[in-house]
């Protein structure tokens, strides 16, 4: 069997595999101020089409406010609203440990997220990571999402390389199935302690210097 080739950048899912995210936080925070208990409020901000507007691009933080107070029936203000709804990160320590770790080997590393223009403000400001990537595809920016092809062409024409050159994580199969089927490195991401390690060896990063274990 022919060996991988040395993949000459990265691309990472930021959802999952860099930073956990919940919005049962959002609404919990905003359920004593709406029509709706919490749980109704998550599958509205959560599972709607309307997330995926908003991500695709389609709708404006504004828009996007006013169609949640709609649903939910929301007293509160857009500001407190959008506080919120960027609040509800945490960073994954040992895949941030990893980008890191490429960073300071000189690998291109890029961010591929279906995500919002709000979530991105808020990860930027709170995650020093993040301002550290070579450069970005954010779904609602290309108005694409992950697995559509657009999104996909667009990685290759921000980072300048296709097929095996690109080594991609994400934890969502169908995403790695897109990207599989253009050539890419692409493998599902579960875990960090199988993760880290195997992208260390791919990469020649010093086995060990990477810690795995908790977040
Ligand atoms: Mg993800």
Do not use: C
């Not at 507007?53 to 509160?76: C, I, P």
């Not at 320590?93 to 990893?98: F, I, N, S, T």
């Not at 808020?122 to 020093?128: D, I």
């Amino acid at each position: 069997m022919k060996q991988a080739a040395v993949p000459r950048a990265v691309v990472f899912d930021l959802g999952k595999v860099l930073i956990d995210f919940d919005y049962g936080i959002l609404a919990r925070r905003m359920a004593p101020q709406s029509a709706i208990p919490a749980d109704a409020i998550l599958a509205v901000v959560n599972q709607t089409p309307l997330l995926h507007r908003y991500e695709t691009g389609l709708m404006s933080d504004r828009e996007f406010f006013e169609a949640v107070v709609a649903a939910t029936g929301f007293r509160g203000g857009e500001t407190e609203f959008l506080a919120w709804f960027g609040d509800i990160f945490t960073e994954i320590g040992p895949m941030v440990a990893l980008q890191q770790a490429l960073v300071g080997r000189g690998v291109p590393t890029y961010v591929f997220s279906n995500t919002n223009a709000q979530a991105i403000r808020h990860v930027r400001q709170s995650f020093p990571f993040y301002r550290q990537f070579t450069g970005e595809v954010l779904s609602y920016e290309v108005r694409s999402m992950k697995p559509d092809t657009r999104i996909y062409e667009a990685v290759e024409a921000v980072s300048g390389f296709s097929g095996e050159d690109l080594l991609y994580l994400d934890d969502r199969s169908e995403n790695i199935a897109a990207g599989a089927g253009r050539g890419w490195q692409a493998w599902i991401h579960d875990d960090p302690r199988q993760t880290v390690p195997r992208v260390s060896a791919l990469m020649g990063l010093e086995a060990g210097t990477i810690p795995v274990a908790g977040s």
